[in-house]
């Protein structure tokens, strides 16, 4: 049963922007918390950002605040990740997650996506 599925990614040179989309069925469709993790090649997985179900609350990693803007679509029941000024150090596979209560650790999110390649090239 697919729960989550991520878009968007792909090649961007530094400066560029991406906008990832996330889709989410089932069980995932009803999470309270949609978010944002990434993953670089030899990197522990990592909160990126996190939107709460009316999607008046947001919490970005220091990293990408500023850069970076999340939002939610329920009609859709869709999340985004809309990615400015990008840097090579942002390069990493995105994944989409869902949970019912908003944490940070990768470890307590119950439902994740397949991921999708972000690379960027200065």
């Known amino acids: 049963q697919v729960q989550l599925v991520e878009s968007g990614g792909g090649l961007v040179q530094a400066g560029g922007s991406l906008r990832l989309s996330c889709l989410a069925s089932?069980?995932?469709?009803?999470?309270?918390?949609m978010g944002w993790f990434r993953q670089a090649p030899g990197k522990e997985r990592e909160f990126v950002a996190a939107?709460?179900?009316?999607?008046?609350?947001?919490i970005y990693a220091d990293s990408v605040k500023g850069r970076f803007a999340i939002s939610r679509d329920y009609t859709k029941n869709a999340v985004y990740l809309q990615m400015n000024s990008l840097k090579p150090a942002d390069t990493a596979v995105y994944y989409c997650?869902?949970?019912?209560?908003?944490?940070?650790?990768?470890?307590?999110?119950?439902?994740w996506g397949q991921g999708t390649q972000v690379t960027v090239s200065s």
């Open positions: 997650a869902a949970d019912q209560t908003l944490t940070t650790t990768p470890r307590h999110w119950d439902y």
């Open positions: 089932g069980r995932a469709g009803s999470s309270n918390i």
């Open positions: 939107i709460n179900w009316r999607g008046d609350t947001t």
